[in-house]
């Protein structure tokens, strides 16, 4: 990687890889992103993930000024409250979350697709849709080629693996790296907010993020994003001037389907599940996620019932083994691509942006000088690794994202629920203890390990 002209390839316009892509090129360093998908609207993108205080810093320090500020309005309204429900509706806990006036320190709700085309405004020239990467070649000159599937190649001094959990950098580079099965399935699936549907659910449901704990080992999570435009596309009247002088002059709205929706998400261990789950779409996949909750209460099997059949989709959940550190290159990793990890409260996200954060601080100390390009990548990765599998472990080990979880088994399973129900309960009730919970929303994806 010469410290003179740098090019970086990053292979993957996912989060982590866009994020760093802004990041570089705010910082002089050239930088080409390829994308598997045909266009900008291509992709699973549509569900809601949680950025945390180290995702947003990550945003903040990559991005320019003005796209930070559009960032932050197109957030879908942030949740008030953490809620821990039973299966029949009733309230085991209700925490009050922080406002978020404060543009890092808080929790944000995200629309997949909608960060997406935050993080594609501006980068036309720089992210290559419809390039399949298939594999790469390191030469004696400290450069890399990459090769993709229509026959193209493109050369750079570094490449970036930001190409997710089934990623074909990592395959080469780091055949031993294994991602496994951790032995659940999610059904996620989108209701749109109507007035009906609004109407179903409380004040502090409608206004939080709430984690249903089932009885039977089945569980979920309810999510409402209220953005601030209509069905139609068109701002809403009470939008503050400021967010309606950014939101009108900005393109991606003309490319982002995302409307107002209620997210319900329903999972359990893998054995819960019929066989074939994965290949089932639509209202048959509905249907399953209504069998599975019989004693659920009739508001939350209503939303099943209203939920858009297109919008409903199997995930069976993977995470990563942990892998030794390796001897550094002119190839490197980030996000799911290195350490794949369960989905719970967004870990896997806040972590890609922080990965890409990381990186992007380090190529700029090469770049001027203070270090070598491939040392500069030895210190990301010596970083990287112990946080990421740390979260990896951490994401594992909650809520029921593990099949072998204690939860899931027929005696125990009931004990765990009130082992689990009783801890929300008194935390919740303790003031010392309601503030802890609530300081560790916020900095469990912090940055310090």
């Given amino acids: 990687m010469s410290t003179r002209t740098p090019h970086v390839l990053v292979i993957g316009a996912g989060a982590g890889g866009l994020c760093l892509a802004h990041g570089l090129r705010r910082a002089g360093i050239s930088v080409a992103v390829y994308e598997r998908h045909r266009t900008r609207g291509d992709g699973l993108l549509g569900y809601r993930v949680g950025i945390g205080p180290t995702g947003s810093r990550a945003l903040r320090d990559c991005l320019p000024p003005e796209l930070f500020r559009i960032y932050l309005a197109t957030c879908a309204r942030s949740p008030r409250f953490f809620n821990v429900l039973t299966q029949r509706m009733r309230h085991t806990a209700s925490f009050p979350l922080r406002p978020d006036s404060d543009p890092v320190d808080t929790e944000r709700s995200v629309a997949r697709m909608t960060l997406r085309q935050v993080l594609l405004t501006g980068m036309e020239d720089v992210v290559h849709f419809d390039r399949t990467f298939t594999r790469y070649a390191q030469h004696d000159d400290g450069t890399v080629t990459a090769h993709f599937a229509d026959g193209s190649t493109a050369v750079g001094n570094l490449l970036v693996a930001a190409d997710g959990t089934h990623s074909a950098v990592r395959r080469q580079y780091l055949p031993h790296a294994t991602v496994r099965d951790a032995g659940t399935v999610n059904i996620a699936t989108r209701i ?258």
Avoid: C
């Fill in 192 to 449: 749109p907010l109507t007035a009906h549907t609004r109407a179903l659910l409380p004040e502090t449901v409608r206004r939080g993020i709430s984690l249903i704990f089932g009885t039977g080992g089945v569980m979920g999570v309810l999510h409402v994003m209220e953005f601030k435009w209509d069905g139609d596309g068109r701002l809403k009247p009470d939008v503050a001037s400021t967010d309606a002088a950014l939101l009108t002059d900005w393109p991606g709205l003309r490319h982002d389907p995302t409307r107002d929706n209620i997210n319900l998400v329903v999972w359990s261990t893998a054995r819960r599940f019929p066989a074939d789950v994965l290949r089932r779409r639509g209202g048959d996949l509905l249907q399953v996620a209504l069998e599975l909750t019989p004693n659920w209460h009739p508001t939350l099997r209503e939303l099943l019932r209203h939920a858009d059949p297109d919008s409903a989709l199997p995930i069976r959940v993977s995470t990563s083994e942990p892998v030794p550190p390796w001897k550094s290159s002119t190839v490197t990793l980030l996000g799911d691509a290195i350490h794949t990890m369960t989905p719970g409260r967004g870990v896997g996200a806040n972590t890609a942006l922080r990965d890409a954060n990381l990186l992007r601080r380090h190529l700029v100390r090469a770049l001027t000088g203070e270090t070598t390009p491939v040392q500069a990548v030895a210190d990301y990765e010596a970083a990287m690794l112990p946080y990421g599998f740390a979260r990896v472990a951490d994401s594992l080990n909650r809520s029921g994202t593990n099949g072998d979880d204690r939860m899931y088994r027929p005696v125990s399973g009931r004990l765990a629920l009130i082992g689990a129900r009783g801890y929300f309960r008194v935390t919740s009730r303790v003031p010392p203890l309601r503030r802890k919970f609530v300081d560790d929303f916020y900095t469990y994806r912090g940055e310090e390990d």
